[in-house]
């Protein structure tokens, strides 16, 4: 994981990590101190990533670009689900640019977008499989 190694400190000491897609947003993120993130370098997560976040025991925080879909974040979600807190950043006010990381926007608006993340808790969990059997 993009940036794990640089950042262990801080990821411990802040009590969260910031999982993002690509290797830029960690280091956008790193330009202006917060030295909470790393890359997964896609949407897809391994297992072999989700054991080493779920290992960190910290607070785990969902960041992809604004293309992916809610219903795929949530999909990263449960992989923590009941394991470790895991909250989602969503751009429900348009903040964003159609392919955009979170971390592409200037500082406020992360701030703003990171202060209103959304914690994935039982009623998530329960629209995740909801919209699953839908399908």
């Known amino acids: ?62 960041a992809m670009d604004k293309d992916v879909s809610l219903q795929e974040v949530r999909f990263l979600c449960e992989k923590f689900y009941r394991i470790r807190n895991v909250y989602y950043i969503i751009d429900k006010e348009g903040l964003l640019g159609e392919k955009d990381s979170p971390a592409d926007a200037r500082d406020y608006i992360y701030q703003k977008l990171f202060k209103n993340k959304k914690k994935y808790d039982e009623t998530e969990h329960r629209k995740y499989l909801n919209e699953l059997s839908n399908k």
Not at 29 to 52: H, P
């Open 1 to 62: 994981m993009y940036g794990l190694w640089e950042h262990y400190k801080s990821i411990k000491k802040v009590g969260y990590v910031t999982v993002f897609e690509a290797e830029k947003s960690v280091l956008k993120r790193d330009s202006l101190l917060d030295e909470s993130g790393v890359a997964i370098s896609g949407k897809n997560i391994t297992d072999e990533q989700v054991r080493i976040l779920i290992g960190l025991n910290v607070d785990i925080v969902i």
